[in-house]
């Protein structure tokens, strides 16, 4: 998401995996991460005119000049909230269209809480643990070590759904339109308040309640720096720091490993850290939006040995696989660097998977 021209080819193939998956008898676990959230929630700093471009249709421009018309008049109709905005809105027709390009409209409709890929997203949760292992977008924080995974999914999802049920309050007071994004809606309640303070406004207790309680979304689990979706620890810390800290989350959760995305690794290779036990694999897979990345996979096969798959080649990360976190730590220690792994641990032919690679030899 918000990493090249193709989000919604992305999101469609993804839906038909699960379905064909499923058909198949088995199963693809989807999981939110941050940029999945925000674009729900309207915020769309990495949103390009060409990912815009991609929602758009043949009746685009009549429905972006009719979103126009809709600002002008809700512009007209709330002018005392206007004066305490922080920063002006678009003045100029010329400006709103460039804010808001064909396929604008579109896209916000389609990650509503009924769009195509609003609704398909809702449904997923944030963190998955299959096998003993933990799947995530950003980490799990050592605080919430105690936190359970079912708590950490439902935080989120009613987060999500809060956010949805105070939008639609707000559009029903007439204070938005559907399609503000999200600085425009905390800089819209923001004047807002400031506009009823000094009566320039009819009050409203409820929604004065309403607004404030929005507009503490920088407290929010799903939108925190060290909530699930966005903590880079895992990348940040340094051996000494970090292998105690990842022991006694595996221990927490009586897992053997942690996988995460979110940060991407220098050279595009998948980093194993804190002997093997926990795996950053976002590896920058489009080369034309970060230089050095490569698309890659990380293949756990059913003998646990870990492999790093890429185009040309995989690499053995964990040959015989961790065990879950008793209170003991595995002995085996694999260095961090991608390439020292595969010089020590054997670099396979590209078209090799784990039953070939584990198969006995004949």
């Not at 999914?153 to 559907?178: C, T």
């Amino acid at each position: 998401m918000d990493r090249g021209p193709k989000p919604r080819e992305v999101m469609n193939l993804m839906m038909a995996l699960e379905k064909e998956s499923a058909q198949a008898g088995g199963r693809v676990v989807g999981l939110l991460g941050n940029h999945e959230v925000m674009n729900i929630m309207g915020d769309l700093r990495y949103v390009t005119a060409a990912n815009y471009a991609s929602f758009a249709d043949s009746n685009s421009e009549n429905r972006q000049k009719a979103a126009y018309e809709e600002y002008v008049k809700w512009r007209n109709s709330h002018a005392s909230v206007l004066a305490e905005l922080p920063h002006p809105m678009e003045l100029t027709e010329a400006e709103w269209m460039a804010r808001h390009p064909a396929g604008y409209v579109e896209q916000r409709e389609a990650f509503g809480p009924k769009g195509e890929y609003g609704h398909w997203l809702r449904g997923h949760f944030a963190v998955a643990e299959v096998e003993g292992i933990i799947f995530l977008h950003g980490g799990i924080h050592p605080d919430l070590g105690k936190t359970k995974i079912d708590v950490m999914n439902n935080r989120i999802r009613d987060e999500i759904k809060a956010f949805d049920d105070a939008k639609q309050y707000f559009q029903n007071e007439k204070l938005l339109l559907p399609f503000f994004n999200s600085l425009e809606i905390s800089n819209v309640l923001q004047a807002e308040v400031i506009a009823e303070l000094k009566s320039r406004v009819p009050a409203s207790n409820e929604r004065q309640t309403k607004i404030q309680e929005f507009l503490k979304q920088a407290d929010w689990f799903s939108l925190r720096v060290d909530g699930p979706l966005w903590f880079r620890g895992y990348d940040q810390w340094n051996d000494e720091e970090g292998g105690p800290k990842a022991n006694k989350l595996l221990q927490d959760y009586k897992a053997a490993h942690i996988v995460v995305g979110h940060t991407v690794q220098k050279g595009g290779r998948i980093r194993p850290r804190f002997g093997n036990k926990i795996f950053l694999i976002d590896t920058g897979m489009l080369s034309s939006y970060y230089a050095g990345g490569m698309p890659s996979a990380l293949e756990i096969c059913a003998d646990n040995r870990i492999i790093a798959v890429y185009l040309d080649q995989q690499v053995v990360l964990d040959p015989a696989g961790s065990a879950p976190q008793n209170g003991a730590s595995p002995q085996r220690v694999v260095p961090e660097d991608a390439h020292a792994v595969s010089e020590k641990s054997g670099v396979l032919p590209a078209d090799r998977i784990c039953s070939a690679a584990t198969a006995a030899p004949q």
